[in-house]
């Protein structure tokens, strides 16, 4: 029978805007702050999969950390680079090859929304010259249909953008670290209807790195034992509307977070209703509402009542984006799925502070989501 794949180590460097620090630098940081944690040295990892998108590649870092002739495979995949590394160096210690390895992520972006190139997208050059290719554009005309189809209020989105800078005060690596409320959140300027600017997360700074290790190399090391019960990342069906999409289909399918997630419970052996903790993607605040049902934790229409009745909250019945999720620490593209798996490694260690989840959570969950439909989820035990 094979054995779980653990989580032994876990680095982060704060996320959002770091003077005179560029976006490796932070990603070496993280790393030395992992291999602390692990009790480990460099020269015991003995392979890392890592990617940027904005800050040169990942394999580079082997100058500061040192030349030890490791295997280093730079990964890029969207939004869900962290979450695909993390994935592929699962499979790497699934494989009994290796023992111990490493997934990394960091990214410094400039000021500004993302700017986005079709033909990266197997797009033609018009779709980006009507203004396609903005993504606040595609996003508040996503949730727009959404809250339509399924009867719920624009305030839901308040709410959500509410409670993110509600946990983000409480979170030492987040960016917004202030409070926001619900009327300021609503009547700020509207960037793309219904979105208003409270509800979209920024380009932001980061980085993180997790030590991953066999269950013999963990206990071996003596440390917290994290176990990565699975490990997922699925594309879009047929029939799916995701980012970049230059139409919607008459036939409507799923999602490639539906398929990543069903998958993921699968080969968890459980279902949405033992998750304890719950790390959504949340570009927007529209992206946790859709997510919430995506991931089988509630119906579609359901969520406005999860979020009057703080369902969702650090004290609820499921907290979501205990940190305060992209909304509250930004989203630096190659650190992004990984930061949601730190915070659900120290949610599970019980060394939260100040936003622990109470009722000693022993299972926790992460989903992220990229262009043009990429989903990875992992789902953690302790």
Known sequence: MMSDVCIVGAGIHPFGRT???DGMDQGIFAVRQALADSGIEWKDVQFAFGGSAASGSAD?????????????????????????????????????????GMAVGFDKHPRGAFNADPSAYGLPNWYGEAGYMLTVQFFGAKIMRYLHE???????????????????????????????????????????????????CSPAEGAVALILASEKKARELGVPIIRLKS???????????????????????????????????????????????????????????????????????EQEQWLLEGRSDITGELPINTDGGCLACGEPIGASGLRQVYENVVQLRGTAGARQVPGDPRTAYTQ??????????TILQR
């Not at 870092?61 to 869900?80: D, E, R």
């Not at 529209?286 to 991931?295: L, P, R, S």
């Open 19 to 21: 003077e005179g620090r």
């Open 60 to 100: 580079n870092m082997v100058s500061q950390l040192g030349l030890t002739g490791i295997q280093f495979i730079n990964v890029s995949n969207g939004c869900a680079t962290g979450g695909s590394a993390l994935n592929a160096a699962v499979s790497a210690i699934k494989s009994g090859e290796y023992e111990m």
């Open 150 to 200: 399924h009867n719920i209020s624009r305030e839901t989105l308040g709410r959500v953008a509410e409670k993110a800078f509600r946990n983000g005060v409480k979170t030492d690596h987040a960016w917004r670290r202030s409070e926001v409320d619900l009327e300021t959140i609503m009547n700020a300027p509207m960037i793309c209807d219904p979105l208003t600017k409270y509800m979209f």
């Open 231 to 301: 490990s997922v990342m699925r594309t879009r069906p047929p029939g799916s509307f995701e980012v970049f999409a230059a139409s919607i289909d008459n036939e409507r399918g799923g999602t490639a977070t539906e398929i990543a997630s069903q998958a993921a419970f699968e080969q968890a052996g459980m279902g949405p209703e033992d998750i304890d903790i719950a790390q959504l993607q949340d570009t927007e605040s529209g992206a946790e509402i859709m997510h919430m049902a995506e991931n089988g934790f509630c119906k579609p229409g």
């Open 368 to 377: 992220v989501y990229g262009a043009p439909g990429v989903s990875a989820v």
